[in-house]
């Protein structure tokens, strides 16, 4: 049972860069979400999505894409990196959201720097 | 929409004495709040959560919140602290799944 899987763990990228974060899930969940976590902020909303199809942004979307081409899958893309991307960014995915027995399962996590 | 505020950035406590980690909320509607824990160099776990069936919540390894309407707070609260408590804890609510900027608790042997 694989639950949320990302990759890369690791990746450094020079600034103007492009590379996408890929995010996958076995156990059908509608809901999929990106964070970024850096020091002092906390975890922060890039993206989400409510089902295949379905995407829109959270509290700190600019600088990166997602789409929703099916439940399994939610990557994300970095257009053209930039030096304040670098940060360790979680995706998550959760059945529902709102659902009183519901919570939301992390992947491991991708450090990524931009130099 | 719904918003956290998450009161300290950082608590030590010595080991068996309790922990307090604060947390205020905002919303214009009846709240549903979380709270996550995230060990070094691990993933994050829910701890506990809040859907207004009770406004004590007990979650695992002895933490529990209490939800108070009247002062807008969520806070998280273990009576005896343990060294594997040390951490960092995160309060949030279920509209967008949305976190607050986290407290790092140190816990002091």
């Known amino acids: 049972n694989a639950g949320v899987t990302q990759t890369p763990k690791f990746q450094v990228l020079k600034t103007g860069q492009s590379m996408t974060l890929q995010c996958a899930q076995d156990?059908?969940?509608?809901?999929m979400s990106w964070y970024r976590q850096d020091p002092g902020m906390g975890l922060r909303l890039i993206h989400y999505s409510v089902g295949a199809g379905i995407t829109d942004q959270g509290e700190v979307p600019n600088g990166y894409n997602v789409s929703r081409s099916t439940t399994e899958d939610f990557p994300l893309r970095l257009l053209s990196a930039a030096p304040s991307q670098t940060s360790v960014y979680f995706c998550?995915?959760?059945?529902?959201?709102?659902?009183?027995?519901?919570?939301?399962?992390f992947g491991s996590g991708t450090q990524l720097s931009v130099l | 929409a719904q918003s956290v505020t998450q009161l300290d950035s950082h608590v030590s406590v010595s080991e068996g004495t309790p922990v307090l980690l604060r947390c205020n909320y905002s919303?214009?509607?009846?709240?549903?709040l979380f709270w996550y824990v995230q060990h070094p160099n691990k993933g994050l776990q829910l701890l506990l959560k809040?859907?207004?069936?009770?406004?004590l919540v007990k979650g695992i390894n002895g933490f529990e919140a209490e939800f108070k309407k009247s002062e807008t707070s969520f806070h998280l609260t273990k009576p005896s602290a343990h060294m594997s408590d040390a951490a960092e804890y995160f309060c949030?609510?279920?509209?967008?799944?949305?976190f607050g900027t986290g407290t790092r608790l140190k816990v002091l042997a």
């Open positions: 998550a995915s959760s059945y529902s959201v709102g659902a009183t027995d519901e919570k939301l399962f």
């Open positions: 156990m059908n969940h509608e809901y």
């Open positions: 949030g609510g279920t509209y967008k799944y949305i």
């Open positions: 919303s214009s509607y009846s709240p549903s």
């Open positions: 809040y859907t207004s069936a009770a406004t």
